[in-house]
């Protein structure tokens, strides 16, 4: 029997033959590991000009990308099962966390995010990133894909629920990213086209109610992305002094450290949201086009893991959470530009930031599982 296995499956014999690699002990992809390393090695480059060279900034910076490599490394350790087991708690844990938030949350700078414990706080909407797609992902593929009429119907719930929640805090970056997490795992599910297109028909129809119970400064956002020049000293000030850095950069910048309009403090939080308009002065577009190549090549790779998943549930936590991590990337650039509304979502590993790192290479852990679950059915 085992000769005749042989010489019908020969490449299963050879597969059998090699010796594990380094990556297979450490249930880790080399490939999204090294580029993951080099994009936060680029951020804190560009981190140390664009915080006014403190190395203080670079420091914590440098401490919190570590906490998020370790788990990272923790989670991808992880089966992707053993994870979706415990979605349908970890969802009612995150919304009751949310509803705190809005009851007893603490406030800042006309936002009640965040939830204050004894010698910390911290921000229940950063779990949602994770939980949201693990428990969509979970659900859709215990049923019959395509999704029915009411398996899509209960998934919008799942995600309505959260996002309303995170909308009054308010915070409509974080919402809108989670909503779309939510809505990529729908995507990949297969849903049909007809039912995409009623969606944004009704979304279409939905925006005038919409605009109708956004907070004024949201609508001033709006308004100032249609004529920044409105107001260029007050609202408008944040994407003019933007669009000036990008433009003056050129092909190869001004240098490193000799960005005028961050250097001089013209460009407002340029260690943080508009950290790429320091990228594009300071290094032209030549360095833009770098950062863009580490980030398509890092959502090229969790596409490729996520297309190769062994199964539903891989595939559709796997892809909505790359997905969403591609939103991250263009939502960010889109309000630095001028092309989208300013809506406070930093760009993923280089803005200076604290939960928001550790929660994406959280996200990228639970990718490295789905690699890691195929592998070891391989073996």
């Known amino acids: 029997m085992g000769r005749e296995f042989e010489r019908y499956m020969p490449e299963a014999h050879d597969h059998l033959r090699q010796r594990p690699s380094l990556w297979s002990y450490t249930?880790?992809?080399?490939?999204?590991?090294?580029?993951?390393?080099?994009?936060?090695?680029?951020?804190?480059?560009?981190?140390?000009?664009?915080?006014?060279?403190?190395?203080?900034y670079v420091t914590r910076q440098a401490i919190r990308m570590g906490v998020g490599f370790f788990v990272m490394i923790v989670?991808?350790?992880?089966?992707?099962?053993?994870?979706?087991?415990?979605?349908?708690?970890?969802?009612?844990?995150?919304?009751?966390?949310?509803?705190?938030?809005?009851?007893?949350?603490?406030?800042?700078?006309?936002?009640?995010?965040w939830i204050a414990l004894?010698?910390?706080?911290?921000?229940?909407?950063?779990?949602?990133?994770?939980?949201?797609?693990?428990?969509?992902?979970?659900?859709?593929?215990?049923?019959?894909?395509?999704p029915r009429v009411k398996h899509i119907f209960i998934s919008l719930m799942l995600v309505g629920i959260p996002t309303v929640l995170i909308m009054k805090?308010?915070?409509?970056?974080?919402?809108?990213?989670i909503a779309s997490s939510g809505i990529f795992v729908l995507l990949l599910s297969g849903i049909l086209w007809r039912y995409i297109f009623a969606a944004l028909?009704?979304?279409?129809?939905?925006?005038?109610g919409l605009w109708?119970?956004?907070?004024?400064?949201?609508?001033?956002?709006?308004?100032?992305?249609?004529?920044?020049?409105?107001?260029?000293?007050?609202?408008?000030?944040?994407?003019?002094?933007?669009?000036?850095?990008?433009?003056?950069?050129?092909?190869?910048?001004?240098g490193w450290l000799s960005g005028t309009q961050s250097q001089l403090d013209f460009l407002p939080e340029s260690h943080t949201d508009f950290i790429i308009a320091v990228v594009a002065e300071e290094m032209g577009l030549i360095g833009v086009l770098i950062l863009l190549t580490?980030?398509?090549?890092?959502?090229?790779?969790?596409?490729?893991?996520?297309?190769?998943?062994?199964?539903?549930?891989?595939?559709?936590?796997?892809?909505?959470?790359?997905?969403?991590?591609?939103?991250?990337?263009?939502?960010?650039?889109?309000?630095?530009?001028?092309?989208?509304?300013?809506?406070?979502?930093?760009?993923?590993?280089?803005?200076?930031?604290?939960?928001s790192i550790v929660t994406l290479m959280a996200g990228f852990g639970i990718i490295m599982s789905v690699h890691s679950y195929r592998t070891m059915l391989l073996k």
């Not at 004894?118 to 395509?146: C, D, N, W």
């Not at 028909?201 to 005038?208: I, K």
């Not at 920044?228 to 190869?252: H, R, V």
Request: glycine content about 12%; hydrophobic content about 50%; aromatic content about 10%.
């Open 27 to 56: 249930n880790l992809d080399g490939w999204l590991l090294l580029l993951l390393l080099a994009l936060c090695g680029f951020g804190l480059f560009i981190l140390y000009s664009a915080s006014g060279q403190d190395m203080g």
């Open 75 to 113: 989670l991808a350790q992880f089966t992707p099962r053993f994870l979706g087991r415990w979605a349908p708690a970890l969802y009612l844990i995150g919304v009751a966390l949310l509803v705190c938030v809005i009851l007893f949350g603490v406030g800042a700078k006309g936002a009640q995010r």
């Open 118 to 146: 004894p010698g910390f706080r911290f921000q229940p909407s950063e779990i949602m990133k994770l939980v949201l797609p693990l428990t969509v992902a979970f659900y859709l593929a215990h049923r019959p894909l395509p």
């Open 169 to 177: 805090q308010p915070d409509l970056g974080t919402s809108l990213l």
């Open 201 to 208: 028909g009704l979304a279409a129809a939905a925006l005038p």
């Open 212 to 254: 109708m119970v956004m907070k004024d400064y949201q609508k001033q956002r709006v308004l100032t992305f249609l004529d920044p020049e409105s107001d260029p000293l007050g609202s408008g000030w944040n994407i003019i002094q933007s669009k000036t850095a990008i433009g003056s950069g050129g092909l190869s910048g001004k």
């Open 294 to 355: 580490l980030y398509l090549l890092i959502i090229a790779r969790g596409l490729v893991i996520a297309a190769r998943a062994p199964d539903s549930f891989g595939r559709l936590l796997a892809g909505s959470l790359i997905l969403t991590f591609f939103v991250y990337v263009f939502v960010n650039i889109g309000m630095v530009s001028g092309l989208l509304p300013v809506v406070g979502v930093p760009l993923p590993l280089v803005s200076y930031g604290g939960t």
